[in-house]
């Protein structure tokens, strides 16, 4: 059964578009890249929400540190890919730093959209 994703920009993609590419996006853990959108998380459900490439602006990576539960001496990493589009800045979370360099790689390579922070 499809479920057709929830669109989080002002830019949609008519249905006869979204459904072939969001079945054959490449996909990075909870994440997916098209030729038409980026798929991503939303409601807790993988892929289920999408931006299309023609509405973003940029995309980069957000590193942080997350405090411990042992008293601060113990220290976790936490990845964010960050999208600006329609005007909008919104933070991705990523489990693994590894797939989110990998995606960052593809939009450089398939897209024109510009990585990196400006």
């Known amino acids: ?24 996006c490449i996909e990075y853990e909870d994440f997916g890249l098209g030729d038409e959108a980026l798929y991503v998380e939303y409601m807790a459900f993988r892929r289920m929400g999408y931006i299309p490439l023609s509405a973003i602006e ?27 589009y329609d005007g909008k800045e919104k933070a991705f979370r990523f489990t693994h730093e590894e797939p989110l360099d990998a995606i960052l790689e593809a939009f450089r390579e398939k897209t024109k959209i510009p990585v990196g922070k400006p």
């Open 1 to 24: 059964m499809y479920i057709p994703p929830k669109c989080l920009s002002e830019h949609k993609l008519p249905p006869e578009k979204l459904r072939p590419d969001r079945e054959f």
């Open 58 to 84: 940029r995309v980069y990576k957000r590193l942080g540190v997350s405090k411990g539960f042992f008293e601060g001496k113990m220290y976790g990493t936490l990845s964010y890919l960050v999208v600006r």
